[in-house]
């Protein structure tokens, strides 16, 4: 494992003892109900995330897409709360932070992708692990972590990461972490007709949230063709309706559990 990709499970692992443990019994989501759902609009201020071969950022498209999910699960009676409702920064943790807080029910941040190659295309969605599904995972990951470019201290072996995270990632979050991801996939994958599946890594912005989560990354900027199609009303309408829909389906799937487990 390589320097970076052992530099960013540090960052994750330090951050995570840091805040799960001291918040999780105050902060974690009660099962028996699902009303609040927090958007993660990754990026902005001074980091623009990704950019388009015709200039268009990574930070503007995400936060517009976030602001039409929020809009349609308001409609659904969902409530919602926003790491980000403009331009600016904000820290992982506190995108994490804001979302204990709130004492949501699911977490999603909303990401575009880029790639060396412009042909590159379709939506992915991730769910955390400490073993990225495949390098090409693990490269999103990287890239949504190095805010700035920046590094930090590294420590001779990820094997120390991997024991310090394993019970704090191992929980009922994970099932309906997978659970949400696979929803929404299937939803976005009916759109074009691309899809690149559901995929794990260890993505700073999801170890830290008490609940279920998932990261979205709605298309590829450094497509010209999807990078026009991200930036139309058109699009970003039906992938927040897309996005809606599958949240919809995960909360009234958790209800029915609930009530048979209730008639038990």
């Given amino acids: 494992m390589d320097r970076r990709i052992r530099m960013n499970l540090v960052w994750i692992a330090l951050f995570t003892l840091g805040t799960v443990t001291t ?27 990704a950019r388009g071969a015709s200039g268009v950022r990574e930070k503007d498209v995400v936060l517009q897409v976030a602001r039409r999910i929020g809009a349609s699960l308001i409609a659904a009676k969902i409530d919602v709360v926003f790491t980000r409702e403009d331009d600016r920064f904000v820290a992982l943790s506190e995108r ?7 004492h949501g029910d699911l977490y999603l941040s909303i990401h575009a992708n880029s790639a060396k190659s412009g042909r590159a295309r379709g939506p992915e969605t991730y769910f955390l692990s400490v073993d990225a599904s495949d390098e090409a ?6 890239m949504e972590n190095d805010i700035f470019g920046q590094e930090g ?25 997978s659970e949400i991801a696979g929803a929404i996939q299937r939803n976005l994958a009916r759109l074009n007709g691309d899809s690149r599946g559901v995929k794990q890594a260890p993505f700073v912005v999801l170890m ?29 309408d039906a992938i927040a309706n897309a996005v809606a829909r599958a949240v919809r389906s995960y909360r009234d799937a958790r209800h029915a559990r609930l009530k048979q487990e209730d008639s038990r």
């Fill in 23 to 49: 918040t999780f019994a105050s902060d974690v989501a009660p099962y028996d109900r699902f009303d609040l759902v927090v958007i993660d609009p990754g990026h902005g201020g001074a980091d623009y995330g």
């Fill in 96 to 102: 994490s932070a804001i979302a204990n807080r709130a």
């Fill in 137 to 142: 995972a693990m490269r999103v990951a990287m």
């Fill in 153 to 177: 201290a590294v420590l001779d072996s990820a094997d120390i990461v991997a024991g310090i995270l394993g019970d704090l990632i191992i929980s009922d979050h994970m099932r309906s972490s």
């Fill in 208 to 236: 830290g949230v008490n609940m279920p989560a998932a990261l979205i990354e709605i298309g590829f900027l450094t497509n010209p063709n999807e990078a026009r199609r991200l930036r139309t009303q058109q699009y970003q």
